[in-house]
């Protein structure tokens, strides 16, 4: 089954407002307007609404996954609008014939997420919700760390790690996603040792090893363990 990745054009509008409203209207809980209750009068987005919205100047891109000329995913990435260093992933959606199968993680996201952590960014953050149980552990194993006292605000230090001269052992050898490695969990990630309050990261593969942990306050890297031989 292959599947197009492209990112949206006017072209595009009109089967885009198509997809939106059939997911508003029919699967409203599926959507990632799920953390809101299903209102009486349903907001539907028309094509020229969608097109004036990509002209934000904080919009990086919003990108679709087709299969035979159908949306099937989307998501948008834009700029944080306090610190250049940081993208905001944000209105993931997909079709309830195609959720729960890996599709949009394997064939939609994880592409620009790489090409992120391979460019000048520090950090990528998003913003799910505590009833969206079947995503959590998903975005866990992409990167993304649930911030504590937050409503499940999230943040993704991939790409400050990656660039850092120290790993470069390990990366040179090993893909930096398929390695990571994430236990199943719904939970804050968030440890406190010493005097500081962490994120840890771990990867592994035969008897290589890479920890690295990161202050979440000052929001760095605060340690990097790499055992490569």
Request: net charge positive; proline share 5%; aromatic share 12%.
């Amino acid at each position: 089954m292959k599947y197009q990745r492209s990112r949206f054009q006017p072209k595009d509008a009109q089967i885009l407002s198509e997809f939106l409203n059939f997911l508003r209207l029919n699967h409203w809980t599926l959507t990632s307007m799920a953390y809101q209750r299903r209102p009486k009068h349903i907001p539907l987005v028309t094509p020229d609404e969608l097109i004036e919205d990509e002209r934000k100047p904080e919009r990086l891109g919003t990108f679709l996954l087709k299969r035979k000329e159908r949306i099937i995913c989307m998501f948008k990435i834009d700029k944080h609008p306090h610190d250049e260093k940081t993208v905001v992933f944000h209105n993931a959606e997909t079709h309830p014939d195609f959720q729960r199968k890996g599709i949009f993680w394997r064939s939609l996201c994880i592409p620009y997420l790489r090409n992120i952590c391979h460019g000048n960014y520090n950090r990528i953050d998003a913003t799910t919700w505590v009833l969206n149980r079947k995503a959590i552990p998903v975005y866990k194993r992409m990167g993304f760390r649930l911030v504590p006292k937050t409503s499940l605000e999230m943040e993704n230090y991939l790409p400050v790690i990656v660039r850092d001269p120290a790993v470069q052992s390990f990366f040179s050898k090993y893909d930096f996603i398929r390695t990571l490695q994430c236990r199943r969990s719904y939970g804050y990630d968030k440890l406190d040792i010493g005097a500081h309050s962490v994120f840890e990261y771990n990867w592994k593969s035969g008897d290589d090893r890479l920890h690295v942990q990161i202050d979440r306050i000052q929001k760095e890297i605060i340690k990097i363990d790499c055992r490569c031989a």
